[in-house]
């Protein structure tokens, strides 16, 4: 494939079950080497970036992260800052204000003292995307951010992830599954099918009755979205017609 992604904006791929997604991400933040070819950050080829230098310039939240058992929170959102430490990992007031600031804006400051173990699925999903924060990159690459949150928190996190993109400057790439959300978010919209970048643009360009019927294999309506203007995908499933005799 071949895909560029747009400096200082936000990037939803999208694309059904096993597509690529998250094989994607993981090229992109040099977990996976490609076969062929070679994955560049400001025409830099990242496997030849030192693993700290990577590090201060491109941040990763994976799909289904997992804790050392017996680590705090506060512990768990501090490791954010080790790529900006120094040889013997002295810890300053700037490290320290960068952890507070990741905890505020992620509202979890109040779960510092608490073992990660004890959280819920959505706790936790906020106190990964603090740590991920916290490591203050100007690329941020996040593999389902909104999984295991209820819809309130979805958006409080799409919320702060645009409110980073615009203070910041900081470029953002995320895997979603809610289309709506992810065309009300992205400036672009990646969509993939079998492994392969299908469509590349803006939303209003890329979510498309044809598309959904493509990648998805899906029916369904694509109208304007009420409240942002932006596509909305409406699915049209078996039992969509009113029954008859019913109003």
């Given at each position: ?35 062929a070819g070679q994955v560049l950050l400001d025409g830099a080829p990242v496997h030849a970036m ?198």
């Amino acid at each position: 494939m071949d895909l560029a992604l747009p400096r200082g904006k936000i990037a939803a791929i999208v694309g059904a079950n096993a597509c690529g997604k998250s094989t994607l991400l993981r090229a992109m933040s040099r977990l996976l080497r490609p076969e062929a070819g070679q994955v560049l950050l400001d025409g830099a080829p990242v496997h030849a970036m030192p693993p700290r230098t990577l590090a201060r310039r491109l941040g990763l939240l994976p799909q289904s992260p997992i804790a050392p058992e017996g680590i705090t929170v506060l512990d768990l959102v501090s490791r954010g800052r080790h790529p900006h430490q120094g040889l013997f990992g002295r810890w300053t007031s700037q490290d320290e204000a960068a952890v507070a600031e990741a905890l505020e804006m992620t509202g979890t400051a109040d779960l510092a003292e608490r073992l990660v173990e004890d959280l819920s699925g959505g706790q936790r999903q906020r106190v990964w995307i603090a740590m991920a924060l916290a490591q203050q990159t100007d690329v941020l690459l996040l593999d389902e951010p909104t999984t295991y949150l209820d819809i309130n928190h979805q958006v409080e996190v799409l919320d702060l992830l645009t409110d980073l993109n615009r203070a910041r400057g900081t470029t953002v790439v995320m895997v979603l599954h809610d289309l709506n959300l992810a065309a009300r978010y992205a400036d672009m919209l990646v969509a993939m099918a079998g492994g392969q970048v299908v469509g590349a643009g803006s939303p209003a360009e890329i979510l498309t009755e044809a598309m959904l019927a493509e990648v998805f294999g899906l029916t369904a309506r694509v109208l304007p979205d009420p409240v942002a203007g932006t596509p909305m995908m409406v699915p049209i499933g078996r039992h969509a017609a009113p029954a008859k005799g019913r109003t």
